[in-house]
């Protein structure tokens, strides 16, 4: 369902890892997808908040690296 949230474009350069509390840590490919992310962090806070429900997902933690 990742790919509803973000976009197939976005879910083949990012993976959710976990939730931890309210925030969802992320792993992008590459530094330059941390910006673009974080350019869209208010939509997918907004789809994720339809999806879970408010509260579930407040914020998202971004990490560099393989999409484990």
Partial sequence: RWAEV???AL???TKP???E???LVLAV???AMVT???FLQPELLA???QLLGPGRVT???LRVGPKR
Wanted: glycine share 8%.
């Fill in 36 to 38: 673009h992310v974080k």
């Fill in 47 to 49: 789809r994720l908040e």
């Fill in 29 to 31: 490919d590459e530094p």
């Fill in 59 to 61: 914020s998202l933690d």
């Fill in 6 to 8: 973000v976009g197939d």
């Fill in 17 to 19: 890892l976990r939730i």
């Fill in 11 to 13: 879910a083949e350069r």
């Fill in 21 to 23: 509390g309210s925030r």
